[in-house]
C-alpha cells in the first residue's frame, strides 16, 4: 500500500465531530456568499480530517465545491487524493498536476514534495514503475531541506513499495528500516502503521510467514486508532494472504471477508478487486474451481475500470491457471499470454516469470518439451535478476526437461542453463 500525506502548507488537528460539523455549514455558507479564502481555509480543514477516515466522497465533493470559487492547490491536492483513493487515477493525475503547477509557482517547496510523492503513487498504482521512482526521487531531497521529516518517511516508504513491485525486497527493506523510525519520531501514526504493514508484505513474500504476521499484528490495531478504514481492509487482507499461504484457508477466508465490505464502504475499487482475486486463489487452492472462476472474473473489471495493469496481469494469470487445473490448456494458454506482455509493461519480473513457468507447465503437459524448455530457460533468467527463492528448483526442472529431451530424441543434452 502506497503512503501519502498532506501537503502541510495549512496542516490541522485532528477535529472533534461537532467542530466539524460547525466548519461544514462555515464553508457551505461561505461558498454560497463568493467567499473564496474561507472557503478554502475551512474546506481544507475539514477535508485533511475526512481523508484520515477515508470520507473519499465527501472530500470530493467538497473540494469541487471549493473550486468553484478558482483555482486552488489545497483543494485540488485534497480531491485528487480522493479520486486516487476510489479507484480514479486518471483524474487524479490531472488534479494532482495542476496543485503541482501552482505549489512550484508559489514557491512552496512542502506543497510541491508532497505532491511529487502522491503523483508517483498515481504512475505507482498504474504500473510505470520508473516514473513513480523519477517522481518520489523529486520529491525525497525537498522534504530533507524544507526539513518535512514525515513527508521524507512517506517518500521513502513509497519508493519502498516500488522496489517492493520490482522485486528487489532488499532494497525494499533498506528503504522501510529508513521510513519506520521517522514516523516513530514525529508521531506519524498512521505512517508507521503503513510501513510496518509494507515491511510485513515484504516478509510475507521472502516466505518468513511468522515475521510478516508480527507485523501485521503490530499495524492493526493502530489502524483502527487512527480511524484508517481504507488501511484496516489493506492489513485484514494481508493477514488473510499469510494464513493462505501457512494452509488455514478457513482463517485466510475470515480476513479476506472482512476486508471486503471495508474496501467497498470507503471506495477502494484496486482493493476489492484484490481482496476478491485473494478469495478466488484460496478456492481455487481448495478445489473450488467454480467459485475461484467467479471471483476472479468480478475482480477482473474492476482492474480495468481502476487501470490497474499489474492487478489485470495477476487475475489474467490466476484465470488461466484455473483453467489449467480442469485441463483446458488452451484457454489456460490463452489467458497466460494475455498476462505476459501487461507485466513486462509493468517491470513485474518476478510476476513474469511466474507467467511464463505456468506457460511453460503447460507446454510440458501438452507434449511440447521444446516450448516448455524456452520459457523455462526465460524463467531462469529472471529468477537470477531478482534473486528469486525459486531459481535452483526452476534449474533443476530445465535440466530434467533438456535431458528427458535428450533422451526422447537419442542425444545429449546441452551443458548449462
Known amino acids: 500500500m502506497e503512503d501519502r500525506e498532506p501537503p502541510g502548507p495549512r496542516p490541522v488537528a485532528p477535529a472533534a465531530a461537532t467542530t466539524v460539523t460547525r466548519h461544514v455549514e462555515v464553508h457551505r455558507l461561505a461558498v454560497a456568499g463568493q467567499q473564496p479564502v474561507i472557503a478554502r481555509d475551512v474546506g481544507d480543514r475539514v ?33 485528487g487524493w480522493a479520486r486516487l483513493s476510489t479507484g480514479r487515477p486518471w483524474p487524479a493525475l490531472e488534479d494532482y498536476q495542476q496543485a503541482l503547477t501552482m505549489y512550484q509557482q508559489a ?28 517522481h518520489y526521487h523529486q520529491a525525497l531531497p525537498i522534504t530533507r531541506e524544507v ?17 517492493d513491485n520490482l522485486g528487489d525486497r532488499q532494497q525494499a527493506l533498506d528503504h522501510y528500516h529508513r521510513a519506520l523510525p521517522i514516523t516513530r519520531e ?30 501485521y499484528h503490530q499495524a492493526l490495531p493502530i489502524r483502527r486508532e487512527v480511524g484508517d478504514r481504507a488501511g484496516e481492509a489493506t492489513t485484514l487482507n494481508n493477514i488473510g494472504h499469510v494464513y493462505d499461504g ?18 467497498r464502504e470507503v471506495g477502494d475499487r484496486a482493493g476489492e478487486a484484490t481482496t476478491l482475486n485473494n478469495i478466488g486463489l484460496v478456492y481455487d487452492n481448495l478445489g473450488d474451481r467454480q467459485q475461484a472462476l ?45 498476462a505476459l506482455p501487461m507485466t513486462q509493461e509493468v517491470g513485474n519480473r518476478a510476476g513474469e516469470a511466474t507467467i511464463r513457468y505456468n506457460i511453460a507447465m503447460a507446454h510440458r503437459a501438452g507434449g511440447d518439451l521444446d516450448q516448455a524448455i524456452r520459457e523455462l530457460e526465460h524463467v531462469v533468467d529472471l529468477d537470477r535478476q531478482v534473486d528469486h527463492p525459486d531459481l535452483e528448483a526452476d534449474t533443476a526442472l530445465l535440466e530434467q526437461l533438456r ?12 551443458a548449462g542453463p
Not at 526539513?147 to 522496489?163: D, K, M
Open 186 to 215: 514525529v508521531g506519524n501514526r498512521a505512517g508507521e502503521a503503513t510501513t510496518l504493514n509494507n515491511i510485513g508484505h515484504v516478509y510475507d513474500r521472502l516466505g518468513d510467514r511468522q515475521r510478516a504476521l508480527d507485523h
Open 246 to 263: 501457512l494452509g488455514d484457508r478457513q482463517r485466510a477466508l475470515d480476513h479476506y471477508h472482512q476486508a471486503l465490505p471495508i474496501q
Open 147 to 163: 526539513g518535512n521529516r514525515a513527508g521524507e518517511a512517506t517518500t521513502l516508504n513509497n519508493i519502498g513499495h516500488v522496489y
Open 47 to 79: 477535508c485533511r480530517v475526512w481523508l484520515g477516515t477515508s470520507r473519499f466522497a465527501a472530500v470530493e465533493a467538497m473540494a469541487t465545491a471549493t473550486l468553484t470559487l478558482g483555482p486552488d492547490a489545497g483543494a485540488l491536492y485534497d480531491r
Open 403 to 414: 535431458q528427458q529431451r535428450a533422451e526422447d530424441s537419442g542425444s545429449e543434452p546441452p
Open 294 to 338: 467467479d471471483h476472479y472474473h468480478r475482480a477482473l473489471p474492476i482492474t480495468r475500470e481502476v487501470g490497474d495493469r499489474a492487478g489485470e496481469a495477476t487475475t489474467l494469470n490466476n484465470i488461466g491457471h484455473v483453467y489449467d487445473g480442469l485441463g483446458d490448456r488452451q484457454r489456460a494458454l490463452d489467458h497466460y499470454h494475455q
Open 107 to 134: 514557491g512552496n517547496r512542502t506543497g510541491e514534495a508532497a505532491t511529487l510523492s502522491n503523483i508517483g503513487g498515481v504512475y505507482a498504482g498504474l504500473g510505470d514503475r520508473l516514473q513513480a521512482l523519477d
